[in-house]
């Protein structure tokens, strides 16, 4: 079946604006796990949804960060007034819950934000 | 707060040889642990997940190891091929549903 999938692949903006993120998690998976991930850093927690709400948003960095995952299945991530230090590229994860595999997380591409 | 360190940064080595990448965490009441594989401007490639019970998992030509009361866990590579040049990164996470966390990987170079 098809893996996690991120839209855009890339995006390109203007320090102040407004992006939204998109993540499709594997069909049925029930958990979903939005990371952003520096040039030469390991990926960095930003929130968790099981279901429709956000299990634990501890990793946002702000209050300009907001997600959503309003059907239980696709999440959007949302940035208000852009800064340069925002750019990186943001991973989406999904993972099924009580599975044999011990709740796997699976990675989409990401999506590479830059801010200008 | 969990921190996960994987040195040296990088690695090279010869086609053939075998190798290990170390990882180390430092709250060993870990859930699980999972070994990733990035290759460059990609997404993660989930390697092996290995369970707070268990030593170790193995797939093909990779074994990882894990010793929770010790803080530690190896990526052992047999046989290295170009093909394995990559990033590894190790994460672990406390609770079933929890949250990953990362090291900053080992940039692996397999030369021909």
């Known amino acids: 079946g098809a893996g996690v999938s991120q839209t855009p692949s890339n995006k390109v903006t203007e320090k102040g604006k407004y992006v939204e993120l998109r993540c499709d998690p594997i069909s049925g998976h029930t958990a979903l796990y939005w990371y952003r991930q520096s040039l030469g850093q390991g990926p960095e927690f930003l929130i968790y949804f099981q279901g429709t709400g956000a299990a634990d948003d501890s990793g946002l960095p702000n209050d300009r960060f907001f997600a959503v995952r309003p059907e239980g299945s696709v999440s959007t991530l949302k940035i208000q007034r852009t800064e340069r230090g925002d750019s990186a590229v943001y991973l989406c994860?999904?993972?099924?819950?009580?599975?044999?595999?011990?709740?796997?997380?699976?990675f989409g591409p990401g999506t590479r934000l830059t801010v200008l | 707060k969990q921190e996960v360190t994987q040195i040296p940064a990088a690695l090279s080595v010869p086609e053939g040889e075998n190798l290990v990448l170390n990882c180390s965490f430092t709250d060993s009441a870990i859930y699980n642990l999972q070994w990733f594989r990035q290759d460059p401007g990609k997404g993660l490639t989930s390697l092996l997940l290995?369970?707070?019970?268990?030593r170790e998992q193995t797939s093909g030509r990779l074994n990882a190891s894990l010793d929770k009361s010790s803080g530690r866990s190896t990526l052992y590579i047999a046989a290295s091929q170009p093909g394995d040049s990559a990033t590894y990164l190790c994460?672990?996470?406390?609770?079933?549903?929890?949250?990953?966390?990362f090291g900053k990987g080992i940039t692996l170079s397999v030369r021909p």
């Open positions: 994460a672990v996470r406390v609770g079933a549903n929890s949250k990953l966390t």
């Open positions: 290995i369970q707070s019970s268990q």
């Open positions: 994860a999904s993972s099924s819950v009580g599975g044999a595999v011990g709740n796997e997380q699976f």
